[in-house]
């Protein structure tokens, strides 16, 4: 059965450093989403990615925070200047259609 | 704006009896609402959904829940627990005008006792 997978399971930056997270969503998706877990909360929805484009994004996602599909496989969420603030688990997720969404297993990042 | 409710933050039961996990829901329209489940250490899995067809569903596992609209309510059940239904599950509505996003509740974490 095919699955999400993310890159790399865990990232330990310095606070103000450059984070790309990846993830290879399931071949045949069409939406993509990132979302994050800070330890202990709930999980938060970041930004909707569809047809090469954001298609909805939180209020968390501002400036520092893009993503792109590059090759068609992968897609990423890069973080520009990372805070100390950002250290949680992020989610990546696909969905063929407008209803399940399916996740990989999680990128924690720690931010020291 | 969409939102989830999870009654319980805890919910400890012995191995062989009826786990519910209560969910509570708003949406300004008619929700799709899932549930998933997050084992220590691992990623989120989905157990079940509903999409406003049969109001009762059914998931993997065993699991089942029951949309009443009536009491905005999306409650989690399954009739015998097994040791290895501890984890901690997420009831989930999605908002289909904004990009499909996902709003969670607080979760319920699920302890089994032998």
């Known amino acids: 059965e095919p699955e999400v997978t993310q890159t790399p399971s865990h990232q330990v930056t310095q606070m103000g450093q450059e984070v790309i997270l990846r993830c290879v969503p399931i071949s045949n998706h069409l939406y993509f989403y990132w979302y994050r877990q800070i330890l202990g909360q709930k999980v938060e929805f970041l930004v909707s990615f569809y047809n090469n484009e954001i298609s909805e994004k939180s209020e968390i996602f501002d400036d520092q925070f893009s993503v792109e599909r590059p090759d068609g496989s992968n897609f990423t969420l890069k973080i520009r200047s990372t805070k100390l603030e950002d250290s949680a688990m992020y989610f990546c997720?696909?969905?063929?259609?407008?209803?399940?969404?399916?996740f990989g297993p999680g990128t924690r990042l720690t931010v020291t | 704006a969409q939102s989830v409710t999870q009654l319980d933050s805890h919910v400890s039961v012995s191995e062989g009896t009826p786990v519910l996990l209560r969910c509570n829901y708003s949406?300004?329209?008619?929700?799709?609402l899932f549930w998933y489940v997050q084992h220590p250490n691992k990623g989120l899995q989905l157990l079940l959904k509903y999409t406003s067809a049969a109001t009762l569903v059914k998931g993997i596992n065993g699991f089942e829940a029951e949309f009443k609209k009536s009491e905005t309510s999306f409650h989690l059940t399954k009739p015998s627990a097994h040791m290895s239904d501890a984890a901690k599950y997420f009831c989930v509505v999605s908002d289909l005008t904004a990009g499909n996003k996902l709003t969670f509740g607080g979760g319920t974490r699920v302890l089994v006792k032998p």
């Open positions: 949406s300004s329209y008619s929700p799709s």
């Open positions: 997720a696909g969905a063929r259609g407008s209803y399940e969404q399916y």
